[in-house]
Antibody
Framework: QVQLVQSGAEVKKPGASVKVSCKAS????????IHWVRQAPGQGLEWMGI????????GYAQQFQGRVTMTRDTSASTVYLDLRSLRSGDTAVYYC??????????WGQGTLVTVSS | SYEVTQAPSVSVSPGQTASITCSGE??????VSWYQQKPGQSPVVVIY???NRPSGIPERFSGSTSGNTATLTIRGTQAMDEADYYC?????????FGGGTKLTVL
């Protein structure tokens, strides 16, 4: 079964970092770009950036530059999102999604990250 | 930075046609996708590359673009179509989402 399976919910304190994983199964990770999208409670979708699992190339949304890193481990068929200097506004559900035909056809189940003191 | 705009809410009676629009500069020259999201669930693509419907998406969903506007049309709207809908476009290599439209079927 083709799917993206994300790691579990996290609770972090302000200023901390979080690392969310997204494991691909049922297909070869390197064949498709993976994007990260987040959604704050009651809010819309916000694009964070892209990773090309084939070569590790990345591109980040301007508002996250300097605070986010996306990496991959092809041997584990997994991509990672690392977000640093967390603040309350980073409380959100974080999704990984696979691009095909310039559209997100496959999404992970989402990972809730809560930032609270 | 590039932006696309959606109305926050649309209401439709069961069996009628719902139209959800997305506006942005020269949007007709960019590929637009539409996503349906129900509470507590991940988004699901219902239209991609302006007009294409993925397998498994009912034929009552259709998409179109013209000028600065893309439109998602749901014909014969059913109660199960009540959800948030997001348009999405590309700005160079960046992704842009609309703010979302809550479709209420009543």
């Amino acid at each position: 079964q083709v799917q993206l399976v994300q790691s579990g919910a996290e609770v972090k304190k302000p200023g901390a970092s979080v690392k969310v994983s997204c494991k691909a199964s049922g297909y070869t990770l390197s064949r498709y770009h993976i994007h990260w999208v987040r959604q704050a409670p009651g809010q819309g979708l916000e694009w964070m950036g892209i990773i090309n699992p084939s070569d590790g190339g990345t591109g980040y949304a301007q508002q996250f530059q300097g605070r986010v890193t996306m990496t991959r481990d092809t041997s584990a068929s997994t991509v990672y999102l690392d977000l640093r200097s967390l603040r309350s506004g980073d409380t959100a559900v974080y999704y990984c999604a696979r691009v095909e035909f310039q559209s997100f056809h496959l999404w992970g189940q989402g990972t809730l990250v809560t930032v609270s003191s | 930075s590039y932006e696309v705009t959606q109305a926050p809410s649309v209401s439709v009676s069961p069996g009628q046609t719902a139209s959800i629009t997305c506006s942005g500069e020269k949007l007709g020259g960019r590929y637009v996708s539409w996503y349906q999201q129900k509470p507590g669930q991940s988004p699901v693509v219902v239209i991609y590359q302006d007009t294409n419907r993925p397998s498994g998406i009912p034929e009552r969903f259709s998409g179109s673009t013209s000028g600065n506007t893309a439109t998602l049309t749901i014909r014969g709207t059913q109660a199960m179509d009540e959800a948030d809908y997001y348009c999405q476009a590309w700005d160079s290599s960046n992704v842009v989402f609309g703010g979302g439209t809550k479709l209420t079927v009543l």
